[in-house]
């Protein structure tokens, strides 16, 4: 039997701890036969000496983590804990100079997990990328902290978000207000996203002079979109001709990526997604990169990496 102490006085503790000692109760899962004691600010490990050891290094790399970055994840502190290679080395020894953008009132923006460091990379070494994946894995956060870093960097001198308006269906002209302000709920999580990396007077001053544009896929046809950070988000919902549409309209000096997640696809049943079809055959083509988000790679409540993993195997069962 052995027992050690572990300080945590250069971090906060709740954010070591989580809300309601949430994430402590992910470390005692992890280490059932460790008895784990937290008193103020101390950590006391008791049980076999490896399996002390283990933990150890474990919570050091943890402590590591919000020494560097402030806070972490339900998501990310699972995956810090994991067994995967992965999750043991690639995000506690960050670059501290790896923010993408700096938000309203200091707010950090970086790439939290593997898949989006890789989304990053790929993006710095190719002109479109295709980032595919479930809900909450931070494709669509993490392509638009892309684009906006680029914008302030001047590498582009403009921003176009685009999605299909698919889910308006018939029902478009039925919905109150001019087409704008139809067109607007399905877009809105470019909106949100651009809330938390701009301020709001400056963000205002972009929209009114079109430095940065948000409008339906349908708006992209007969456009040239040149010296522009363009994505495609939501692009599951477009199809076959849509999206072949949109990646011809990419102009020399313009860098493009392409977000979607092919388990959610709102088409009309006549119609195929282009997505599965693009991402199979342009896959190969150098220039263009490709990433697979999957549920390691959730950011939002822990709970919803349960739920992805449910309806995931739920599909298996369903197809066999």
Do not use: W
Not at 32 to 44: A, F, V, Y
Not at 209 to 216: C, G, H, L
Not at 225 to 233: E, K, R, T, V
């Amino acid at each position: 039997m052995t027992e050690s102490i572990i300080n945590l006085d250069s971090i906060n503790p709740i954010e070591f701890f989580g809300v309601n000692n949430g994430k402590l109760d992910l470390l005692k899962k992890k280490f059932p036969l460790l008895k784990i004691l937290s008193r103020g600010t101390q950590l006391k490990l008791s049980g076999a000496p490896e399996e002390v050891a283990t933990a150890k290094d474990k919570i050091g790399q943890i402590v590591k983590y919000l020494e560097r970055n402030g806070n972490l994840s339900d998501g990310y502190f699972e995956q810090i804990l994991g067994d995967e290679e992965k999750s043991v080395d690639n995000f506690t020894d960050r670059n501290p100079n790896d923010v993408l953008v700096f938000g309203p009132n200091g707010r950090t923006v970086r790439a939290r997990t593997a898949n989006q460091q890789r989304m990053v990379a790929l993006a710095e070494k190719n002109d479109i990328v295709f980032a595919i994946g479930p809900a909450g894995t931070g494709k669509t956060y993490t392509a638009v902290a892309l684009a906006v870093r680029a914008l302030k960097n001047k590498a582009v001198r403009k921003i176009i978000l685009t999605r299909p308006a698919v889910e308006a269906g018939e029902s478009l002209g039925f919905l109150p207000g001019d087409l704008k302000e139809k067109i607007d709920p399905y877009l809105r999580p470019l909106y949100d996203a651009l809330d938390d990396m701009i301020p709001a007077d400056k963000l205002s001053y972009f929209m009114t002079n079109r430095v940065i544009e948000i409008a339906p896929l349908a708006y992209m046809r007969g456009r040239t979109l040149d010296n522009s950070f363009i994505i495609l988000d939501e692009a599951q919902n477009a199809t076959d001709l849509q999206l072949k549409m949109f990646l011809t309209r990419i102009g020399a000096s313009a860098k493009a990526i392409i977000t979607g997640d092919l388990t959610q696809i709102d088409l009309p049943k006549n119609q195929r997604s282009g997505l599965e079809k693009a991402t199979r055959i342009l896959r190969n083509i150098d220039g263009i990169g490709y990433v697979q988000l999957d549920e390691e790679d959730v950011v939002r409540h822990r709970l919803v990496k349960a739920i992805i993993r449910a309806y995931e195997g739920a599909k298996e069962k369903d197809e066999h």
